[in-house]
């Protein structure tokens, strides 16, 4: 194998690794051998490497020298580094002689208000250890602002089959939300959305959430708080392969994200023709919905959903969402695989040449 890319998450399935799931195939389609590091292999379908648990940072830094010398003994020469969470490694897997890859998916920051992002040495330490890495790819386009490297955007992508599903036309629920039920997504915020707009609406706005996670309980008290049991139908995840039929039941799907890359949600909302609502603290989500035309959206603020304009905007986007199909359709299909994942592949395949020009003058 040639590229190795290295997982450290553990117990979490969502954008991310369905993102260098596809990266895993579509280098192996393309003639470069690559495989997923993970301790969780049976969670991806592509060629696998297991590791130890890495789930710490400790365990990271204490097995990654060992990691990087097994890698160079079995033939690989590109890392692919998934995420912030480990970036931090560049100098190590660099020390090996490995060519060293970033694929970042959340913007680097200090912490935040919300007590997301990086405290001030691990901050500095990730724009230290960026210096390491051969080629930055991004995700979120706000990184190329963060790192003292040039950092390339590619933003997300989505797949072919999404758009051909077979589709529902039965639009069930006003708004929805797919997500991990997780701090990050902060989906207290969507069930206050929700209730506002049951105020203003002269007729019910009913709701839709579908996922699991750790704040199901929160999120299902802040429904019982605001009385909203009649209104927001909670389910737990479904397959990837039926998520089609769900955003088909949506008329409008909504992120609440404290922070994000670029959601994939977006772009599979888009796809089956649904317009969205982002906060702008979502990443790419509210540049990808309001500032590329034609405006397939709402960008917000969270203290926005107690304004009336904003509810009557959302409102206003519900109501007219089948004018808005094909723009959607057409906007989600500018961002393929092709494209994005065609980008990265260009990118190790350009270092994996320079290895081989090095190689060849070595020889010679």
């Known amino acids: 194998m040639s590229v190795c890319i290295y997982s450290p998450s553990e117990k979490i399935w969502g954008g991310g690794q ?40 400790l365990r990271r830094l204490q097995s990654a020298p060992a990691l990087a010398s097994t890698l160079k003994s079995q033939g690989v020469q590109v890392i692919v580094l998934n995420d912030l969470s480990s970036l931090w490694l560049a100098p190590v897997f660099r020390a090996f002689g490995l060519k060293v890859v970033s694929l970042l998916h959340l913007y680097l920051q200090l912490r935040n208000a919300a007590g997301l992002g990086h405290g001030y040495v691990e901050y500095h330490l990730l724009r230290f250890s960026s210096r390491f890495a051969h080629r930055i790819f991004s995700v979120n386009k706000d990184n190329r602002r963060s790192f003292p490297v040039p950092v390339e955007f590619v ?18 629920y006003d708004i929805g939300l797919v997500a991990r039920l997780s701090i990050q997504k902060n989906i207290p915020l969507f069930v206050q959305l929700v209730a506002r707009l049951n105020e203003v609406s002269e007729r019910p706005i009913q709701a839709l959430i579908v996922g699991r996670g750790e704040e199901e309980t929160k999120i299902t008290q802040e429904i019982a708080r605001l009385s909203m049991q009649r209104f927001i139908e909670l389910l737990p995840w479904v397959e990837r392969s039926e998520l089609p039929v769900v955003f088909d039941r949506l008329k409008c799907f909504a992120i609440t994200s404290h922070h994000e890359g670029f959601a994939t949600t977006a772009l599979e909302a888009h796809a089956r023709g649904v317009p969205a609502i982002s906060t702008r603290s979502a990443g790419y989500c509210a540049e990808f919905l309001t500032n590329i035309d034609p405006i397939t959206g709402l960008a917000f603020d969270p203290d926005e959903v107690v304004s009336d304009d904003f509810i009557q905007g959302v409102l206003m986007l519900i109501e007219h969402h089948e004018d808005y199909r094909v723009h959607c359709i057409e906007k989600a299909s500018s961002f393929s695989e092709e494209r994005v994942l065609g980008d990265i592949c260009c990118g190790i395949q350009s270092l994996l040449t320079k290895i081989s020009t090095q190689q060849d003058d070595q020889r010679s």
């Open 155 to 172: 933003g997300n992508f989505i797949s072919p089959w999404f758009f051909s599903a077979s589709c529902s036309e039965y639009k069930q």
């Open 18 to 57: 369905i993102y260098i799931e596809y990266l895993c195939r579509y280098l192996n389609k393309t003639g470069v051998p690559a495989v997923i590091a993970t301790s969780e292999p049976e969670t991806f379908d592509c060629p696998t490497l297991r590791i130890a648990s890495v789930a710490s940072k």
